[in-house]
């Protein structure tokens, strides 16, 4: 559907591209029973992919279906070419304190995008379309201004997600970790068209929360809570018309 916010996806289906992080030879944190990050983000992107297209309205694309390595800018290009309307990276956390638990969000902090949005303007095809905007229509200084406006506006809705996100897993009494919105500069954010928000679904590196994360039935709560955030904040978030 169309990625121009503020406006209704042209065929009335919004799309979610939802990216399991890590892969192949990066299998990302390894977890205190032994799972691979990459596996856990894998099974709960295909898992989370159904809960949200049995609600219908909605159109998912996984960045990877399989496990493969793919670089950070390759998941931002997936999610772009699919004209997602909202970009959603799933990860499991690991940290040195096994009691340290609770699910958090990361959106991308304001003056790590001014930089990319710079370096994405000089590295990408001009010809790109920002939020509408052909930019290969204009000089390259307007080009990086409407580009980093852009960027500055989805910062502005990747935020709103995160927040619609912390506030569902609130209401569905889930384990948050302390301040579980945090910002910062992650590669994979940085579409300056797409909202984009990256979910730490726990810790592997705490017990409870590894031997949840492992199985199907333990993600199931978690990810009914993320599908449901998803929705609400497309049913109330993003304005229509
Ligand atoms: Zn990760």
């Not at 949005?117 to 590295?123: G, V």
């Amino acid at each position: 559907s169309a990625t121009k916010r503020g406006s209704p996806p042209v065929d009335d289906v919004f799309t979610i591209a939802i990216d399991a992080g890590h892969g192949g030879v990066d299998p990302g944190a390894i977890g205190l029973n032994g799972v691979y990050e990459k596996d856990v983000a894998l099974a709960a992107a295909k898992e989370l992919a159904t809960m949200i297209e049995e609600r219908g309205g909605y159109r998912v694309v996984l960045t990877r279906t399989k496990d493969i390595f793919l670089p950070l800018r390759e998941r931002v290009a997936i999610g772009r070419r699919s004209g997602a309307d909202l970009f959603l990276s799933l990860h499991a956390d690991s940290i040195n304190d096994t009691k340290v638990k609770g699910v958090h969000v990361y959106s991308l902090s304001d003056t790590a995008s001014d930089k990319e949005a710079e370096a994405l303007a000089a590295k990408e095809n001009k010809a790109d379309i920002i939020a509408g905007i052909d930019l290969a229509a204009h000089p390259p200084d307007v080009s990086s201004i409407l580009l980093d406006l852009s960027q500055r506006e989805t910062n502005n809705f990747s935020a709103d997600v995160a927040n619609v996100l912390v506030q569902t897993w609130e209401a569905h009494g889930l384990k948050l970790l302390k301040k579980p919105h945090r910002q910062a500069g992650f590669a994979v954010l940085k579409a300056p068209d797409v909202p984009s928000v990256l979910v730490e679904l726990g810790f592997l590196s705490n017990a409870s929360e590894v031997k949840k994360l492992s199985k199907r039935k333990g993600r199931a709560a978690i990810l009914e809570a993320l599908a449901n955030a998803v929705d609400l904040y497309f049913k109330t978030v993003v304005p229509k018309g």
